[in-house]
């Protein structure tokens, strides 16, 4: 039997295509339910301030980078969104006095347009925010090379290659209201995928590539970053894959509750746990990976109750 059409693009994969059961079964789950969802492999963790959440986002730049030499380069992959956490950490560096001359850096994704990233002029430019809030900060003499400054672009062979010979402490995220990280985006309902999106295995072999992305990550974008403005966000996308995460030693996201809402933090939080992976659900897949965080803003959590407004 193929599965139900997605609710709000019944042309693709997504989170409202999955059985009704686990979809009730997740809106019931309380902050204190999610918490006692940790077990080995996957660890929930709560904070109870803005200022300790993004301080304890920003500490995880620091301990990657102090790990760092020239015999054992160390990096670390990071996004945008959130982005409050890049001061801090050009901050910790410079009050630090932390050399990153060998540590290394990777952005997770970068726009595409008319066949090429967006240039770093562009207003929604990734590299462009990582640089500004983050790396032009850093002191000279304190602040890594250009050369360990990995930005993914539209020949994704110069990425791919720079994570051989460099050990990925740690790839933070945020989630989506699609429910990925990066741009690891649910597929289209077409072809061999028309009634059953790709198996686990199958999309854990996708690397670094030019994405579609779903009409939600569009919007949302849009919302986060561009003031509603949807005509001026990229329906494409370079995005690191699942082939390079599972290279990274452990994997952490960051729910402010800014980008994802109640439910959406609740059902991947549930399907990691329960180790229930589904490519419609593409952060579920993450279940299999051996070394997951999830770090939450207490408040930010919300409820699933119906609330009219």
């Known amino acids: 039997m193929p599965r139900k059409l997605s609710s709000i693009a019944p042309d693709w994969w997504d989170y409202t295509t999955l059985d009704e059961e ?27 301030t803005l200022e300790e959440f993004y301080l304890a986002e920003a500490l995880e730049y620091i301990s990657a980078w102090k790990q760092s030499t020239a015999d054992n380069p160390v990096g670390i992959c990071g996004p945008i969104g959130p982005t409050e956490q890049l001061p801090l950490v050009a901050r910790l560096v410079n009050d630090l006095g932390l050399s990153t001359q060998s540590a290394h850096f990777w952005g997770m994704d970068e726009w595409f347009h008319e066949g ?29 090379p250009d050369a360990n400054l990995h ?35 649910p597929p289209r309902r077409k072809g061999k995928y028309k009634d059953q999106p790709p198996s686990p295995a199958e999309y854990r072999k996708l690397a670094t590539r030019v994405v579609e992305l779903h009409p939600l990550t569009v919007a949302q974008n849009a919302r986060t970053s561009g003031g509603g403005n949807i005509s001026m966000v990229p329906t494409q996308a370079i995005s ?70």
């Open 22 to 48: 686990l979809i009730k079964t997740v809106a019931r789950l309380t902050p204190e339910a999610m918490l006692k969802l940790s077990r080995p492999g996957f660890k929930v963790v709560f904070h109870d």
């Open 116 to 144: 090429r990233e967006v240039p770093v002029t562009h207003p929604l430019s990734f590299e462009r925010a990582d640089r500004e809030l983050c790396f032009n900060r850093i002191r000279k003499g304190l602040v890594m």
């Open 151 to 185: 930005f993914p672009k539209a020949d994704i062979a110069a990425f791919r290659r720079s994570w051989e010979g460099v050990r990925c402490a740690v790839m933070q995220g945020g989630q989506g209201d699609v429910k990925h990280w990066a741009f690891n985006d």
């Open 240 to 309: 690191v894959g699942p082939a390079e995460t599972w290279k990274a030693e452990k994997v952490s996201i960051w729910h402010a509750g800014k980008h994802d809402n109640p439910f959406g933090q609740r059902i991947t939080t549930y399907m990691i746990s329960k180790r229930i992976v589904d490519s419609a659900v593409p952060m579920s897949l993450l279940g299999e990976h051996p070394n997951v965080q999830f770090s939450f803003y207490r408040p930010g959590i919300g409820t699933c109750d119906v609330e009219m407004h």
